[in-house]
């Protein structure tokens, strides 16, 4: 079984608490379209919220329509450790990623949609880069190019744009149609099988 999850990862611990009163944590996830990403991982049990924004460039005040240099687009995942842990997080992130696409992911190409986890420190790091070790070994004869990357400040999505946050939710029928237009999915099914959580 491969214990993985890529895109954009950050994980420490905030003040928030989970309804056991045990410290919350947070991770941020690349994985191609943010709206996608959220949807993916809004369903895994024990994760309390996803935000949508970017993270890993230089520009301080990215934006979905203006500058975002550098940025990924990428998710915050606020989850309870005590119901999914860091593993499990990864584990449900390499399974809804393509980690062989070095362009973007499925129809979206460009660096914003690149796949990366970025990690906080060398624990996650050591995590992230067993599990990225685990689809190597699976996919010897393809290239695995999801980067591991520090972590970096991450920008929710904000004012004028904030319809990106639950896009899936809030605009049903266009996320719909998107997500099948751009063949996520069946591009999941080719790489990953059953293990596919959509």
Same mark, same amino acid.
């Given at each position: 079984?491969?214990?993985? @999850?890529?895109?954009?990862?950050?994980?420490?611990?905030?003040?928030?608490?989970?309804?056991?009163?045990?410290?919350?944590?947070?991770?941020?996830?690349?994985?191609?379209?943010?709206?996608?990403?959220?949807?993916?991982?809004?369903?895994?049990?024990?994760?309390?919220?996803?935000?949508?924004?970017?993270?890993?460039?230089?520009?301080?005040?990215?934006?979905?329509?203006?500058?975002?240099?550098?940025?990924?687009?990428?998710?915050? *995942?606020?989850?309870?450790?005590?119901?999914?842990?860091?593993?499990?997080?990864?584990?449900?992130?390499?399974?809804?990623? =393509?980690?062989? =696409? @070095?362009?973007?992911?499925?129809?979206?190409?460009?660096?914003?949609?690149?796949?990366?986890?970025?990690? @906080?420190?060398?624990?996650?790091?050591?995590? @992230?880069?067993?599990?990225?070790?685990?689809?190597?070994?699976?996919?010897?004869?393809?290239?695995?190019?999801?980067?591991?990357?520090?972590?970096?400040?991450?920008?929710p999505i904000k004012g004028k744009e904030s319809y990106h946050? =639950?896009?899936?939710?809030?605009?049903? *029928?266009?996320?719909?149609?998107?997500?099948?237009?751009?063949?996520?999915?069946?591009?999941?099914?080719?790489?990953?099988? =059953?293990?596919?959580?959509?």
């Amino acid at each position: 079984m491969i214990r993985i @999850a890529v895109l954009a990862i950050a994980l420490f611990t905030t003040g928030l608490t989970a309804a056991n009163d045990k410290p919350v944590q947070t991770a941020v996830f690349a994985g191609g379209c943010f709206w996608c990403m959220e949807s993916d991982f809004e369903k895994l049990e024990g994760v309390l919220d996803v935000v949508s924004g970017f993270t890993g460039g230089t520009h301080p005040d990215p934006t979905y329509r203006g500058r975002h240099d550098g940025h990924y687009e990428a998710i915050q *995942v606020t989850y309870d450790p005590e119901t999914v842990d860091y593993n499990g997080l990864l584990e449900h992130y390499w399974v809804n990623i =393509d980690p062989f =696409d @070095a362009r973007g992911q499925f129809c979206d190409k460009g660096h914003e949609y690149k796949a990366a986890i970025f990690v @906080a420190d060398d624990a996650e790091r050591a995590a @992230a880069e067993l599990t990225k070790q685990a689809v190597i070994d699976e996919f010897s004869d393809q290239t695995v190019v999801t980067e591991i990357l520090p972590a970096a400040t991450f920008y929710p999505i904000k004012g004028k744009e904030s319809y990106h946050q =639950d896009y899936y939710k809030t605009h049903s *029928v266009r996320y719909q149609f998107y997500r099948y237009s751009c063949g996520r999915d069946q591009r999941l099914r080719d790489i990953w099988g =059953d293990r596919v959580t959509h």
